[in-house]
């Protein structure tokens, strides 16, 4: 029987913390769970976000269940994204309209949404119609920074810049992300694995082509990159898979399910025409009307077996085993 309660409807807040950058994270202890339950109607330790954040120990190094996060080795435990959700309507500046900041590392959340409501639900009246110029806002919904994250059926939902895969490597399981304008970016070292990729440009501006990932690789030697493994995108509009943010942009679309919202070029070099040789934009194994790649872009990938395997094994992600000492999701449903 679940003892963990955490409800939100409505959003309220941004949550940030500092930690060491540079350098992959340490592990949590073991076999050390501490919880602490917030619920609004006063039947938990504490009836405000913040509270419970504050009373998590600079440092932290036990798992906190069932808490939003600004401090290393919390478990944020909802009770499933159709019901918990953080919400805000922050715009303008990237680094600081996000609902959601995590800087920490070892973060792991499961069933909770992440929403920002800025360019929503009236995004129709943020369109110039004359001019046919978009005037969206950046409006981050949720921006994860630390290394060792990991989120199991959490929502993140938005229009332009959504989901801020900032840097870390990170695992995304049975996610849904929703947006129309680089919806997924950053320079994140991350595998999304069956996540249900949701286009909603078609619901504010149709005729405007927008863009599922925005990948920032700078450096060949960089390790970073976004993997979507047995995905399923759909939605509204036309989208590219993505366009570069970085002179070796990297992203890999396997064994996913593509609707028609998959635009047939698929893919933008943008600001960085001229380095379509360096970037890695790979398909593999997908099928929809969507995955059609006879019309895409030339400077597509191809990799061989063992140049693909290096993105899927979870090995990409997961090298030093730190998934396997994060909480069991499953002891405590």
Not at 170 to 189: A, L, M, P, T
Not at 210 to 226: E, H, L, V
Not at 253 to 276: K, L, R
Not at 292 to 319: A, C, G, H, I
């Amino acid at each position: 029987m679940k003892n963990l309660y955490l409800f939100f409807i409505g959003g309220m807040v941004l949550l940030l913390h500092c930690s060491s950058r540079g350098c992959k994270a340490s592990d949590c202890q073991p076999n050390t769970i501490s919880t602490i339950t917030v619920d609004i109607s006063g039947h938990g330790n504490f009836t405000s976000v913040q509270s419970a954040i504050d009373f998590v120990p600079e440092g932290n190094t036990q798992w906190i269940l069932a808490i939003p996060v600004n401090k290393s080795c919390i478990f944020l435990d909802g009770a499933g994204r159709e019901l918990t959700s953080i919400e805000w309507g922050d715009h303008e500046e990237t680094h600081t309209s996000a609902t959601f900041t995590s800087y920490p590392d070892n973060i792991v959340a499961k069933g909770i949404k992440f929403k920002n409501t800025y360019n929503l639900p009236d995004g129709l009246n943020k369109i110039d119609i004359m001019k046919e110029e978009l005037i969206w806002k950046q409006a981050v919904a949720a921006r994860i920074l630390g290394d060792k994250c990991a989120f199991y059926e959490c929502g993140f939902v938005g229009l332009q810049d959504t989901l801020w895969d900032e840097e870390g490597r990170h695992y995304f399981n049975s996610c849904y992300i929703e947006g129309s304008v680089d919806f997924i970016f950053g320079q994140g070292q991350s595998i999304y694995e069956g996540c249900e990729i949701s286009v909603n440009i078609g619901r504010f501006a149709p005729g405007v082509t927008g863009y599922i990932t925005a990948q920032r690789k700078q450096q060949p030697q960089d390790s970073n990159g976004f993997v979507f493994k047995n995905c399923n995108i759909s939605g509204t509009g036309t989208v590219d898979l993505g366009r570069a943010w970085g002179p070796y942009s990297t992203v890999v679309f396997y064994n996913s399910t593509m609707s028609d919202v998959i635009a047939p070029e698929g893919w933008n070099a943008w600001n960085f025409v001229n380095h379509e040789a360096n970037f890695t934009y790979v398909e593999e194994d997908n099928k929809g009307p969507g995955a059609d790649t006879s019309k895409r872009v030339p400077w597509e990938k191809k990799l061989d077996p063992n140049e693909l395997q290096k993105f899927l094994n979870m090995s990409y992600v997961d090298e030093d085993g730190w998934l396997s000492k994060t909480p069991d999701l499953t002891f405590y449903y």
